[in-house]
């Protein structure tokens, strides 16, 4: 199984500004400190070594859109952010090249924006004989959808769209087996409800989508659930969103999670890997990374046992498991 | 095994001073917060927690000096943490706890502060 990050912000996208990428240069600049490179092999591998990420790379800004890939059979695909975009033409390419079907799982965690944003610029919808499922713990998905598509949002109506579209509501408290894989959803904290997905592949290895889930302070007895559901998984994508100072305060109710909440849940559910996810869009990349770090320290505080493995999800980011 | 906490309360003029010592994870935090819940409704002006005897403290841990906050406003109980080990300064500013909570290195400047 892998798992590929094609968007990982939250609430809105962003994009770095002429200003953010001439420091990140002048940054690299200070730190090759005159050192010539043969070619632009010799410079990418100094970036990738030399450089921390947040230097060298960027997180990214699209927003939420994550795959699960079994290498074949049908796509699965979490959320619609604006990372989907880039989704479906790679995985029209995997088609032509690969002769994948045609044929996209969807499992939309909630029907927020910045979570179906992205299906107007979904190219599979727009082929014919292309199959499209939407699963969604929410009954009104398909209105989500039509809604952003109507005229005054969107100039092509949802009717237009060629592809076999098909909406399916899934309830919580039981398994799918969905192309290759076993799904359940877990009922999560967020305005207007939000889901969590388990992916079970056919060797065993398990993959957990949690976004947009606060883990309310007055209810911490449902964290046993919410362990019990990332039981022993080998990867856990998280809503890290905020501090936890700040999510029992200030943005209290706003519906979001912290790192220190998240590897908590984690070590609780003694999970192999856990992805920081759905970054704050008032973030730079520098702020990320440190969160990323601290993430790493925290674990390494509190840990009992077993290490568990913090990453930090970026679009481009590919998770082999 | 469950574990436990041990507590030690000290009243003071103008306050009182709570530690427990051991580790506030899963298994000691439900007890951590209604123990310290209490203190925070009767502790007068300030309620220092005494950390010098804590190990670490989990989210849960956090979360309950946040209960316990919430608990103690009605009373007009501030709280101030004290004497917080490496580990603990440390979780307590990635948390960014030390942004919502005073943190003294000694008992007499929790309660002075
Ligand atoms: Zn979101
Ligand atoms: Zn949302």
Known sequence: MQVRFWGTRGSLPVAPK????????????????????????????????????????????????????????????????????????????????????????????????????????????FMDGAKIIIHAGHPDAEQALRRQQEEISFPVPFDWLKADIEFRTLETGREYEIGEVTVSVILQHHSHDSYGYRFRDRDGKVAIYSTDSEHKIDQMHDENDFAQFFGHADLVVCDTMYSLADSVSMKEDWGHSSNIVAVDLCHEAKARRLALFHHEPTYSDADIQRMHEETIRYEELTRDTDALEVLCAYDGLCVEL | MASTLEWQVDKRDGGTVVAASGRVDESTATEFAEVLGEHAETAGARLVVDLGGIEYMSSRGLRALTLAHRRGEEAGTKIALARPNETMREILSISRYDMVFPVADTIEEALAS
């Not at chain 1, 600049?29 to 450089?51: C, I, M, P, T």
């Not at chain 1, 927003?63 to 079994?70: F, I, K, L, N, P």
């Not at chain 1, 952010?81 to 965690?109: M, N, Y």
């Open chain 1, 18 to 125: 002429a200003g953010t990428i001439a420091d990140k240069v002048a940054d690299a600049l200070v730190a090759a400190n005159g050192r010539s490179f043969a070619d632009k092999a010799a410079a990418l591998a100094f970036v990738e070594d030399d450089l921390d990420f947040a230097t060298g790379r960027s997180y990214g800004g699209a927003t939420s859109c994550v795959e699960v890939d079994m290498g074949e059979g049908p796509f699965i695909v979490c959320d619609l952010g604006s990372g989907v975009r880039e989704l479906g033409l790679d995985t029209l390419r995997r088609c032509a090249q690969e002769g994948r079907p045609k044929e996209w799982h969807i499992f939309l965690s909630h029907l927020h924006w910045d979570h179906i944003m992205g299906f107007p610029f979904f190219v599979p919808a």
